[in-house]
Protein backbone atom coordinates (compact mmCIF):
# COMPACT_ATOMS: atom_id res chain seq x y z
CA UNK A 1 0.00 0.00 0.00
CA UNK A 2 1.41 3.40 -1.38
CA UNK A 3 2.22 6.10 1.48
CA UNK A 4 -1.12 8.03 1.63
CA UNK A 5 -1.56 11.77 2.69
CA UNK A 6 -4.43 14.02 3.65
CA UNK A 7 -2.90 17.60 4.24
CA UNK A 8 -4.47 20.93 4.83
CA UNK A 9 -7.29 19.72 7.13
CA UNK A 10 -8.13 20.96 10.97
CA UNK A 11 -7.34 17.54 12.37
CA UNK A 12 -8.92 16.70 15.86
CA UNK A 13 -6.69 13.85 16.97
CA UNK A 14 -8.29 12.96 20.34
CA UNK A 15 -4.88 12.82 21.52
CA UNK A 16 -4.51 14.81 24.76
CA UNK A 17 -0.96 15.53 23.59
CA UNK A 18 -1.60 17.05 20.28
CA UNK A 19 -5.33 18.11 20.62
CA UNK A 20 -6.27 20.02 17.60
CA UNK A 21 -4.33 21.04 14.55
CA UNK A 22 -4.82 23.67 12.47
CA UNK A 23 -4.03 23.20 8.88
CA UNK A 24 -2.49 19.75 9.93
CA UNK A 25 -2.27 16.74 7.85
CA UNK A 26 -2.04 12.71 8.44
CA UNK A 27 0.42 11.08 6.96
CA UNK A 28 -0.66 6.67 6.65
CA UNK A 29 1.84 3.99 5.86
CA UNK A 30 0.74 -0.05 5.34
CA UNK A 31 -2.42 1.04 6.56
CA UNK A 32 -1.23 2.90 10.22
CA UNK A 33 -0.90 6.42 10.75
CA UNK A 34 2.66 7.24 10.32
CA UNK A 35 2.46 10.78 11.14
CA UNK A 36 -0.01 14.36 12.36
CA UNK A 37 0.98 17.28 12.30
CA UNK A 38 1.11 20.68 11.04
CA UNK A 39 1.06 20.58 7.07
CA UNK A 40 3.66 22.83 7.25
CA UNK A 41 5.94 20.94 8.96
CA UNK A 42 5.18 17.31 6.71
CA UNK A 43 8.50 15.50 6.89
CA UNK A 44 10.07 16.05 2.74
CA UNK A 45 11.43 12.12 2.95
CA UNK A 46 7.62 10.90 3.72
CA UNK A 47 6.15 13.33 0.48
CA UNK A 48 7.83 11.23 -2.05
CA UNK A 49 5.87 9.21 -4.45
CA UNK A 50 3.32 9.61 -1.77
CA UNK A 51 -1.06 9.89 -2.99
CA UNK A 52 -2.20 13.11 -1.81
CA UNK A 53 -5.57 14.04 -0.63
CA UNK A 54 -6.30 17.73 0.03
CA UNK A 55 -8.57 18.52 2.78
CA UNK A 56 -9.37 22.38 2.10
CA UNK A 57 -10.35 23.16 5.50
CA UNK A 58 -12.10 19.93 5.88
CA UNK A 59 -12.49 18.44 9.60
CA UNK A 60 -10.73 15.43 10.36
CA UNK A 61 -11.34 12.99 13.40
CA UNK A 62 -11.00 9.45 13.85
CA UNK A 63 -13.45 7.18 12.06
CA UNK A 64 -16.71 7.15 14.92
CA UNK A 65 -16.64 4.06 16.83
CA UNK A 66 -20.07 2.55 17.71
CA UNK A 67 -19.38 0.83 21.13
CA UNK A 68 -22.66 -1.08 21.80
CA UNK A 69 -25.17 -2.18 19.34
CA UNK A 70 -27.82 -4.92 19.03
CA UNK A 71 -27.58 -4.24 14.93
CA UNK A 72 -28.33 -7.96 14.20
CA UNK A 73 -32.30 -8.71 14.44
CA UNK A 74 -35.69 -9.82 12.77
CA UNK A 75 -38.38 -8.67 12.62
CA UNK A 76 -39.97 -5.20 13.77
CA UNK A 77 -41.22 -3.10 16.59
CA UNK A 78 -42.87 -0.33 15.45
CA UNK A 79 -46.26 -1.47 15.68
CA UNK A 80 -45.34 -1.94 19.52
CA UNK A 81 -43.94 1.57 19.99
CA UNK A 82 -47.07 2.95 18.64
CA UNK A 83 -48.89 0.57 21.36
CA UNK A 84 -46.94 2.42 23.72
CA UNK A 85 -47.24 6.01 22.39
CA UNK A 86 -51.44 5.29 22.65
CA UNK A 87 -50.63 4.31 26.62
CA UNK A 88 -50.50 0.35 26.30
CA UNK A 89 -48.32 -1.12 29.38
CA UNK A 90 -45.54 -3.33 29.08
CA UNK A 91 -47.28 -6.29 30.01
CA UNK A 92 -50.21 -5.62 27.33
CA UNK A 93 -47.83 -5.50 24.85
CA UNK A 94 -45.79 -8.89 26.10
CA UNK A 95 -49.40 -10.41 25.98
CA UNK A 96 -50.09 -9.49 22.64
CA UNK A 97 -46.68 -10.86 21.28
CA UNK A 98 -44.71 -7.92 21.27
CA UNK A 99 -41.54 -7.13 23.29
CA UNK A 100 -38.37 -8.25 23.34
CA UNK A 101 -39.80 -12.20 22.56
CA UNK A 102 -41.10 -10.79 19.18
CA UNK A 103 -37.53 -9.76 18.41
CA UNK A 104 -36.17 -13.67 20.04
CA UNK A 105 -38.97 -15.06 17.63
CA UNK A 106 -38.01 -13.18 14.19
CA UNK A 107 -34.61 -13.97 14.80
CA UNK A 108 -34.82 -17.49 15.27
CA UNK A 109 -37.32 -17.82 12.11
CA UNK A 110 -34.54 -15.68 10.58
CA UNK A 111 -31.65 -17.03 8.68
CA UNK A 112 -28.58 -16.36 7.87
CA UNK A 113 -29.04 -14.21 4.87
CA UNK A 114 -32.19 -12.46 5.70
CA UNK A 115 -30.47 -11.12 8.61
CA UNK A 116 -28.02 -10.15 7.23
CA UNK A 117 -30.29 -8.16 4.75
CA UNK A 118 -32.17 -6.58 7.51
CA UNK A 119 -29.27 -5.19 9.31
CA UNK A 120 -27.27 -3.90 5.94
CA UNK A 121 -29.24 -1.02 5.68
CA UNK A 122 -28.79 0.14 9.47
CA UNK A 123 -25.17 -0.92 9.09
CA UNK A 124 -25.41 1.46 6.00
CA UNK A 125 -26.63 4.16 8.43
CA UNK A 126 -24.21 4.35 10.68
CA UNK A 127 -21.57 4.24 8.06
CA UNK A 128 -22.60 6.93 6.41
CA UNK A 129 -22.58 9.62 9.60
CA UNK A 130 -18.58 8.80 9.87
CA UNK A 131 -18.72 5.37 11.81
CA UNK A 132 -15.74 3.18 11.58
CA UNK A 133 -15.87 0.37 14.19
CA UNK A 134 -18.77 -1.23 15.37
CA UNK A 135 -19.55 -3.38 18.37
CA UNK A 136 -22.16 -5.69 17.24
CA UNK A 137 -24.24 -7.70 20.39
CA UNK A 138 -26.17 -11.22 19.90
CA UNK A 139 -29.02 -11.99 22.32
CA UNK A 140 -32.32 -12.05 20.41
CA UNK A 141 -31.04 -16.42 19.83
CA UNK A 142 -31.33 -17.69 23.40
CA UNK A 143 -30.31 -21.16 21.89
CA UNK A 144 -26.50 -22.21 21.38
CA UNK A 145 -27.80 -22.30 17.41
CA UNK A 146 -29.23 -19.09 17.41
CA UNK A 147 -26.44 -17.15 19.00
CA UNK A 148 -23.76 -18.69 17.22
CA UNK A 149 -26.11 -17.63 14.09
CA UNK A 150 -26.19 -14.09 14.96
CA UNK A 151 -22.55 -13.75 15.62
CA UNK A 152 -21.93 -15.31 12.58
CA UNK A 153 -24.02 -12.59 10.98
CA UNK A 154 -22.11 -10.04 13.07
CA UNK A 155 -18.80 -10.76 11.45
CA UNK A 156 -20.50 -11.48 7.61
CA UNK A 157 -21.57 -7.65 7.73
CA UNK A 158 -17.90 -6.91 8.63
CA UNK A 159 -16.37 -8.47 5.30
CA UNK A 160 -19.59 -6.65 3.70
CA UNK A 161 -18.79 -2.99 4.40
CA UNK A 162 -15.92 -1.00 5.32
CA UNK A 163 -15.97 -1.37 8.95
CA UNK A 164 -14.16 -3.26 11.75
CA UNK A 165 -16.80 -5.21 13.50
CA UNK A 166 -16.56 -6.21 17.18
CA UNK A 167 -18.90 -8.58 18.39
CA UNK A 168 -20.35 -9.58 21.73
CA UNK A 169 -22.25 -12.87 23.10
CA UNK A 170 -25.37 -11.41 25.23
CA UNK A 171 -26.86 -14.94 25.40
CA UNK A 172 -27.13 -13.15 28.98
CA UNK A 173 -30.25 -11.07 27.59
CA UNK A 174 -33.73 -12.24 28.71
CA UNK A 175 -34.69 -15.39 29.86
CA UNK A 176 -36.31 -17.31 26.41
CA UNK A 177 -39.91 -17.99 26.65
CA UNK A 178 -39.04 -22.21 27.07
CA UNK A 179 -37.23 -21.99 30.17
CA UNK A 180 -39.29 -19.40 31.89
CA UNK A 181 -39.69 -21.59 34.87
CA UNK A 182 -36.65 -23.21 34.60
CA UNK A 183 -34.17 -20.18 34.71
CA UNK A 184 -31.02 -21.98 36.23
CA UNK A 185 -31.12 -24.59 33.31
CA UNK A 186 -30.68 -21.42 30.66
CA UNK A 187 -27.79 -20.19 33.04
CA UNK A 188 -26.46 -23.36 33.06
CA UNK A 189 -26.91 -23.82 29.27
CA UNK A 190 -25.06 -20.26 28.67
CA UNK A 191 -22.36 -21.41 30.78
CA UNK A 192 -21.98 -25.05 29.85
CA UNK A 193 -22.73 -24.93 26.26
CA UNK A 194 -23.24 -21.31 24.70
CA UNK A 195 -20.22 -19.44 26.16
CA UNK A 196 -17.77 -22.38 25.36
CA UNK A 197 -19.24 -22.81 21.73
CA UNK A 198 -18.64 -18.81 21.11
CA UNK A 199 -15.24 -19.14 22.04
CA UNK A 200 -14.08 -21.80 20.49
CA UNK A 201 -15.85 -20.71 17.45
CA UNK A 202 -13.83 -17.40 17.74
CA UNK A 203 -17.33 -15.89 17.40
CA UNK A 204 -17.03 -13.71 20.31
CA UNK A 205 -14.40 -10.67 21.44
CA UNK A 206 -16.44 -10.00 24.98
CA UNK A 207 -19.34 -11.29 26.62
CA UNK A 208 -22.23 -8.82 28.26
CA UNK A 209 -25.49 -9.62 30.55
CA UNK A 210 -28.33 -7.39 31.02
CA UNK A 211 -28.21 -7.27 34.80
CA UNK A 212 -31.65 -6.06 35.69
CA UNK A 213 -34.67 -6.75 37.88
CA UNK A 214 -36.63 -7.76 34.80
CA UNK A 215 -33.55 -9.84 33.62
CA UNK A 216 -30.49 -11.71 35.29
CA UNK A 217 -29.87 -11.14 39.49
CA UNK A 218 -26.31 -10.37 40.35
CA UNK A 219 -25.55 -13.81 41.34
CA UNK A 220 -26.63 -15.36 37.44
CA UNK A 221 -24.72 -12.60 36.49
CA UNK A 222 -21.47 -13.19 38.49
CA UNK A 223 -21.98 -16.77 36.97
CA UNK A 224 -21.73 -16.00 33.92
CA UNK A 225 -18.97 -13.78 34.04
CA UNK A 226 -17.39 -15.76 35.77
CA UNK A 227 -17.41 -18.69 33.38
CA UNK A 228 -16.21 -15.69 30.59
CA UNK A 229 -13.26 -14.88 32.32
CA UNK A 230 -12.29 -18.65 32.73
CA UNK A 231 -12.52 -18.59 28.84
CA UNK A 232 -10.62 -15.61 28.37
CA UNK A 233 -12.97 -13.05 27.11
CA UNK A 234 -13.39 -10.10 29.02
CA UNK A 235 -16.97 -8.42 29.99
CA UNK A 236 -19.06 -5.94 29.91
CA UNK A 237 -22.71 -4.92 31.37
CA UNK A 238 -25.67 -3.25 30.78
CA UNK A 239 -26.10 -2.10 34.35
CA UNK A 240 -27.91 -0.27 36.45
CA UNK A 241 -30.61 1.06 33.93
CA UNK A 242 -34.00 0.85 35.15
CA UNK A 243 -33.02 0.25 38.81
CA UNK A 244 -29.71 -0.08 41.33
CA UNK A 245 -28.45 -3.78 40.56
CA UNK A 246 -25.06 -2.89 41.84
CA UNK A 247 -24.10 -3.49 38.36
CA UNK A 248 -21.55 -0.90 38.04
CA UNK A 249 -19.05 -2.17 40.77
CA UNK A 250 -19.94 -5.76 40.05
CA UNK A 251 -18.02 -5.56 36.61
CA UNK A 252 -15.25 -4.18 38.41
CA UNK A 253 -14.99 -7.10 39.90
CA UNK A 254 -14.50 -8.81 36.36
CA UNK A 255 -12.14 -6.11 35.07
CA UNK A 256 -14.76 -5.67 32.93
CA UNK A 257 -14.24 -3.57 30.02
CA UNK A 258 -17.70 -0.98 30.66
CA UNK A 259 -20.53 -0.85 32.62
CA UNK A 260 -23.49 0.84 29.87
CA UNK A 261 -26.52 2.56 30.47
CA UNK A 262 -26.16 3.72 34.71
CA UNK A 263 -29.02 5.68 34.59
CA UNK A 264 -29.46 4.66 38.53
CA UNK A 265 -25.79 3.41 39.72
CA UNK A 266 -24.50 4.65 43.12
CA UNK A 267 -21.89 6.63 43.71
CA UNK A 268 -20.17 3.62 45.40
CA UNK A 269 -19.86 2.01 41.56
CA UNK A 270 -19.05 4.96 40.23
CA UNK A 271 -16.13 5.61 42.39
CA UNK A 272 -15.41 1.66 41.83
CA UNK A 273 -15.32 1.84 37.94
CA UNK A 274 -12.94 5.01 38.36
CA UNK A 275 -10.41 2.78 40.37
CA UNK A 276 -10.53 -0.02 37.89
CA UNK A 277 -10.96 2.18 34.79
CA UNK A 278 -14.32 0.44 33.40
CA UNK A 279 -15.31 2.59 31.11
CA UNK A 280 -19.03 4.45 31.57
CA UNK A 281 -21.08 3.80 27.94
CA UNK A 282 -23.80 6.50 28.62
CA UNK A 283 -26.90 5.45 25.73
CA UNK A 284 -29.25 8.49 25.78
CA UNK A 285 -31.15 6.86 22.73
CA UNK A 286 -33.01 4.19 24.97
CA UNK A 287 -33.05 7.33 27.77
CA UNK A 288 -34.78 9.09 25.02
CA UNK A 289 -36.93 6.60 23.99
CA UNK A 290 -38.29 4.88 26.88
CA UNK A 291 -39.30 8.86 28.08
CA UNK A 292 -37.09 7.67 31.37
CA UNK A 293 -36.73 10.65 33.94
CA UNK A 294 -33.42 9.07 35.86
CA UNK A 295 -30.27 10.37 34.18
CA UNK A 296 -27.23 9.09 34.32
CA UNK A 297 -24.68 10.70 37.07
CA UNK A 298 -23.09 12.56 34.98
CA UNK A 299 -21.89 15.27 37.06
CA UNK A 300 -20.50 12.25 39.12
CA UNK A 301 -18.69 10.56 36.69
CA UNK A 302 -16.58 13.82 35.46
CA UNK A 303 -16.19 14.55 39.92
CA UNK A 304 -14.84 10.70 39.93
CA UNK A 305 -12.61 10.13 36.70
CA UNK A 306 -15.14 8.31 35.35
CA UNK A 307 -14.54 7.87 31.33
CA UNK A 308 -17.59 8.17 29.49
CA UNK A 309 -18.44 6.88 26.18
CA UNK A 310 -21.34 7.26 24.31
CA UNK A 311 -23.34 4.66 22.29
CA UNK A 312 -26.23 4.39 19.97
CA UNK A 313 -27.72 0.98 21.41
CA UNK A 314 -29.53 0.69 18.36
CA UNK A 315 -32.03 -2.15 18.82
CA UNK A 316 -35.48 -2.33 17.81
CA UNK A 317 -37.40 -2.16 21.37
CA UNK A 318 -35.70 0.73 23.35
CA UNK A 319 -33.63 2.69 20.89
CA UNK A 320 -34.21 2.57 17.41
CA UNK A 321 -31.33 4.59 16.75
CA UNK A 322 -29.32 3.83 13.66
CA UNK A 323 -26.92 7.20 14.09
CA UNK A 324 -24.35 7.40 16.12
CA UNK A 325 -24.29 11.05 15.85
CA UNK A 326 -27.71 11.44 16.94
CA UNK A 327 -26.98 9.60 19.85
CA UNK A 328 -23.65 12.25 20.42
CA UNK A 329 -26.81 15.30 19.97
CA UNK A 330 -28.96 13.42 22.72
CA UNK A 331 -25.86 12.96 25.13
CA UNK A 332 -25.38 16.74 25.19
CA UNK A 333 -28.56 17.77 24.59
CA UNK A 334 -30.11 15.61 27.40
CA UNK A 335 -27.37 14.20 29.48
CA UNK A 336 -25.38 18.05 29.11
CA UNK A 337 -22.48 16.40 27.65
CA UNK A 338 -19.89 18.73 25.88
CA UNK A 339 -19.91 18.59 22.04
CA UNK A 340 -16.22 17.84 22.57
CA UNK A 341 -17.18 15.07 25.33
CA UNK A 342 -19.21 13.50 23.22
CA UNK A 343 -16.75 13.39 20.03
CA UNK A 344 -14.36 12.02 22.46
CA UNK A 345 -17.26 9.30 24.01
CA UNK A 346 -17.68 8.08 20.23
CA UNK A 347 -13.74 7.74 19.46
CA UNK A 348 -11.20 7.38 22.49
CA UNK A 349 -13.04 6.29 25.12
CA UNK A 350 -15.12 4.10 23.30
CA UNK A 351 -12.28 2.30 21.79
CA UNK A 352 -11.29 1.68 25.38
CA UNK A 353 -14.54 0.14 26.17
CA UNK A 354 -14.01 -2.32 22.97
CA UNK A 355 -10.01 -2.90 24.63
CA UNK A 356 -9.23 -1.42 20.95
CA UNK A 357 -7.33 1.80 22.75
CA UNK A 358 -4.27 0.32 21.14
CA UNK A 359 -5.87 -0.43 17.52
CA UNK A 360 -8.10 2.96 16.98
CA UNK A 361 -9.83 6.14 18.27
CA UNK A 362 -7.10 8.81 18.32
CA UNK A 363 -4.98 10.27 15.56
CA UNK A 364 -1.76 9.61 16.28
CA UNK A 365 1.09 7.08 15.19
CA UNK A 366 0.96 3.58 15.58
CA UNK A 367 -2.79 3.21 15.27
CA UNK A 368 -4.61 2.03 12.24
CA UNK A 369 -5.62 4.73 9.85
CA UNK A 370 -9.29 4.84 10.34
CA UNK A 371 -10.31 8.34 9.71
CA UNK A 372 -14.02 10.06 9.95
CA UNK A 373 -13.40 13.43 6.54
CA UNK A 374 -16.22 15.94 7.84
CA UNK A 375 -17.99 18.99 5.06
CA UNK A 376 -17.50 21.32 8.24
CA UNK A 377 -14.48 22.89 10.59
CA UNK A 378 -15.38 22.23 13.93
CA UNK A 379 -16.31 19.35 16.34
CA UNK A 380 -20.04 21.16 17.36
CA UNK A 381 -21.25 20.84 13.90
CA UNK A 382 -21.22 17.28 13.77
CA UNK A 383 -22.67 17.03 16.41
CA UNK A 384 -25.67 20.17 16.10
CA UNK A 385 -27.53 18.95 12.87
CA UNK A 386 -30.95 16.81 13.90
CA UNK A 387 -32.31 14.80 10.73
CA UNK A 388 -29.20 15.55 8.47
CA UNK A 389 -25.23 15.28 9.03
CA UNK A 390 -22.46 16.87 7.30
CA UNK A 391 -21.58 15.36 4.17
CA UNK A 392 -19.00 12.23 5.30
CA UNK A 393 -16.24 10.43 3.88
CA UNK A 394 -14.88 7.43 6.10
CA UNK A 395 -11.23 5.73 5.57
CA UNK A 396 -10.45 2.38 7.20
CA UNK A 397 -7.20 1.25 7.79
CA UNK A 398 -5.47 3.60 5.11
CA UNK A 399 -8.74 2.52 2.47
CA UNK A 400 -11.17 4.88 1.46
CA UNK A 401 -14.41 3.27 2.44
N1 LIG B 1 -31.62 -3.04 27.53
C1 LIG B 1 -32.62 -2.56 26.82
O1 LIG B 1 -33.20 -1.54 27.04
C2 LIG B 1 -32.80 -3.45 25.71
N2 LIG B 1 -31.92 -4.50 25.98
C3 LIG B 1 -31.25 -4.21 27.01
O2 LIG B 1 -30.41 -4.95 27.43
C4 LIG B 1 -34.12 -3.91 25.30
C5 LIG B 1 -33.99 -4.65 24.03
C6 LIG B 1 -35.31 -4.92 23.41
O3 LIG B 1 -36.36 -4.51 23.93
O4 LIG B 1 -35.31 -5.56 22.35
FE1 LIG C 1 -28.23 -2.50 24.84
Not at 57 to 75: A, E
Not at 201 to 216: R, Y
Not at 318 to 328: D, E, F, G, Q
Request: negative net charge; glycine residues 10%; contains cysteine.
Amino acid sequence: MATRIWRGGRIATLDAGTGVVDDGAVVADGGRIAWVGATADLPPGLMAGAEITELEGRLVTPGLIDCHTHLVFGGDRSREWGMRLAGESYEAIARAGGGIVSSVAATRAASEEALVAAALPRLDSLIADGVTTVEIKSGYGLTLEDELKMLKVARRLGTLRPVRVRTTLLAAHTVPPEHRETRAAYVAEIIDRILPAAAEAGLADAVDAFCETIAFTPDETRAVFTAARALGLPVKLHADQLTDGGGAALVCDFEGLSADHLEHASEAGLSAMAAAGVVAVLLPGAYYVLREHQKPPVEAMRRLGVTMAVASDCNPGTSPVASLRLAMHLACTLFGLTPDEALAGATVHAARALGLQDVTGQLKSGLACDLAIWDCDRPEALVYWLGRHPACRTVLGGVDA
